[in-house]
């Protein structure tokens, strides 16, 4: 059981690695002087990380979703990185508006999720 848990979480991780990829590659050309990719996989990893757990999946489809694809689809180090980038380039404003809507958008966006799971999915 061990071996299928372990290649679930490499599907979902390879997966979820390369959608990050995609998605940060559009939304960066697009906005430049601000991290969109990396909050928009942030922001909607949260969301449906809150479905994943009101449902309450089964546990292989936790590991290949919630675990292997959502835990590389999303990324806290790139998130900081971006974020010192803000702050060291003095732009203040994106920095902070950054801040606030990664954390403040992401917990909104999990308790959405959370909701909409309970709400119609279970």
Excluded: C, W
Excluded at 62 to 70: D, E, P, V
Excluded at 84 to 107: S, V
């Amino acid at each position: 059981m061990m071996g299928v848990q372990i290649l679930l979480i490499g599907i979902g991780g390879f997966l979820g690695a390369i959608a990050r990829f995609l998605i940060s590659q559009i939304k960066y050309h697009k906005r430049p002087n601000f991290p969109i990719g990396t909050f928009t996989v942030n922001v909607t990893g949260a969301f449906l990380l809150g479905i994943i757990t009101s449902i309450k999946a089964d546990m292989l489809i936790t590991l290949l979703i919630g675990t292997g694809f959502l835990g590389a689809f999303t990324t806290f180090s790139t998130m900081k990185l971006e974020m010192l980038q803000l702050y060291f380039k003095n732009n203040k404003r994106h920095f902070l508006f950054y801040i606030l809507l990664t954390y403040g958008g992401g917990l909104v966006l999990a308790y959405l999720g959370f909701l909409i799971g309970t709400m119609y999915l279970v």
